[in-house]
């Protein structure tokens, strides 16, 4: 059978690309990229990077954790040192930089989910460091506050997280720490299905 006649029959097809699948998965360079959770995505979509940004506006919540390698780089490095300066001209700066896209690589801004207090959790209330549930996703357990403004960096903004010593950070730090003091939790509505006997709940 000639190489022609070959190309056109659909079982050789099949055991052709089995042997050539069984000879790539072999090599191991290519079984390495293929078990690391942080390889990159080929075209043909083969190899998956779940460390590889997102799209924000794809998931109900545009904040979620895409990222299962990103707690080392969310988390404050050794011998950390925040940038200090004016706290007024760093609440100033910071407000600039919440409502600027150009932080991103999606054209979001903090402002895009935050305005007016929106998509801000009752827990945002409570002071820093604490449990804040969507950055769990990405293995912290509790974060401080500028931590979790470089989760909303790495996120929902498809960046990079900014340089922790930087006037940046300390500047958005500032002014979401301001946004905190005004912030209220909404009131949490009556559950209707919850039980009529009020001795129901000693059960659990």
């Not at 050789?12 to 050539?20: F, N, P």
């Not at 490095?77 to 100033?92: C, F, H, S, T």
């Not at 909303?152 to 997280?161: G, H």
């Not at 300390?170 to 509505?189: H, I």
Request: hydrophobic letters at 35%; proline letters at 9%.
């Amino acid at each position: 059978m000639n190489t022609k006649t070959r190309s056109r029959n659909p079982v050789a097809r099949a055991m052709l690309s089995a042997g050539l699948m069984a000879a790539t998965l072999g090599s191991p360079l290519l079984a390495t990229a293929a078990c690391s959770p942080c390889a990159a995505r080929n075209r043909s979509g083969r190899v998956s990077n779940p460390c590889a940004a997102k799209n924000p506006c794809a998931a109900k919540n545009p904040c979620a954790a895409k990222n299962p390698c990103a707690a080392k780089e969310l988390t404050r490095p050794a011998n950390y040192r925040p940038y200090v300066g004016d706290q007024g001209e760093l609440i100033k700066l910071g407000e600039a930089l919440f409502k600027d896209s150009k932080l991103s690589t999606n054209g979001m801004s903090c402002n895009t989910c935050h305005q007016n207090y929106g998509a801000f959790q009752p827990s945002f209330a409570q002071p820093y460091p604490h449990v804040v549930q969507m950055a769990k996703s990405a293995g912290m357990s509790q974060v401080h506050l500028d931590e979790f403004v470089q989760f909303c960096v790495v996120n929902p903004l498809a960046a990079k997280p900014l340089p922790w010593e930087s006037k940046e950070l300390a500047a958005l730090t500032a002014y979401v720490a301001d946004l905190q003091k005004g912030y209220r939790p909404p009131a949490t509505k009556a559950n209707p299905c919850a039980a009529k006997n009020p001795g129901a709940a000693a059960s659990y």
